[in-house]
């Protein structure tokens, strides 16, 4: 059973510094999302994506943070010059194109703990 | 802004069944309603997704309102394992956006 997968599952890092996640789709699954937790609140959408193409973006994606899916199949989020308002569990989702099965599932990963301190 | 509301909090005994309210007085025709929950330290997991039609799955019902202003989620026989929090989710997959939008979810405790 190939879920989502991400890599890495914690992360530790100083304030300022570069971070990198990185996020395997279920495969065959065109959509992927990315979306922030932190405690006590649940997931907030950032982004996602349809094959390569970044179809939505929100507001809470500051200019310090970009993702990418270059070939449709792996995706990454990178976050420079980390802020201590950053530390959140990061959580990659991916579904099928709901016009090949409207209603169909996002199946989400089990995340990437990020700590800035 | 979350398009659901639901209670902060319920509690069951464990086998017993358990109803989980959501109110979506909002609710557009193209808005799937689906239920995640999630585990401590672990990301989102789907329990079943309906429209218009109550839904049973093999690990719960959906019970949706013939005006589709509420949705309730039944656990039939509630398990230590069901302890989570409980998301309702509204998801229009056609309007050009495809986000889910997460309120705070009801908290399930499962006593023994």
Redesign the interface.
């Known amino acids: 059973d190939t879920g989502?997968s991400q890599d890495p599952r914690h992360k530790i890092t100083k304030r300022g510094q570069n971070v990198t996640f990185r996020c395997d789709p279920i495969s065959e699954h065109n959509?992927l999302?990315w979306?922030r937790q932190t405690l006590?609140?649940?997931?907030?959408?950032l982004t996602?994506f349809q094959n390569e193409a970044q179809?939505?973006k929100?507001r809470l994606l500051s200019d310090r943070f970009s993702a990418e899916r270059p070939k449709g199949s792996f995706s990454t989020l990178e976050i420079q010059r980390t802020e201590q308002g950053d530390s959140a569990m990061y959580?990659c989702?991916s579904s099928l194109d709901?016009?090949r099965g409207?209603?169909n599932?996002?199946?989400?990963?089990?995340?990437s703990w990020l700590t800035v301190v | 802004d979350?398009k659901t509301t639901q209670p902060n909090s319920m509690e069951s005994n464990e086998e017993e069944p358990v109803h989980l309210p959501c109110n979506h007085s909002t609710i557009s025709g193209t808005d799937?309603i689906?239920w995640?929950r999630q585990l401590p330290s672990?990301?989102?997991?789907?329990v079943i997704?309906?429209?218009t039609s109550n839904v049973n799955n093999r690990m719960a019902s959906l019970a949706i309102a013939e005006d589709r202003k509420s949705s309730t989620l039944i656990l039939h026989r509630a398990t230590l394992r069901d302890a989570a929090?409980y998301?309702c989710i509204l998801?229009d997959?056609?309007a050009g956006?495809?986000?889910?939008?997460?309120?705070?979810?009801t908290r399930l405790q499962v006593f023994p």
Do not use: N
């Not at chain 1, 599932?105 to 995340?111: A, N, P």
């Not at chain 2, 956006?97 to 979810?105: P, R, V, Y």
């Open positions: 989502v959509r999302y979306y006590g609140q649940g997931p907030e959408f996602y179809l939505e929100s959580l989702a709901p016009a409207f209603g599932t996002i199946y989400f990963g089990e995340g | 979350a799937y689906h995640y672990q990301g989102p997991e789907y997704h309906g429209l929090v998301y998801r997959g056609r956006t495809d986000k889910l939008i997460f309120g705070t979810g």
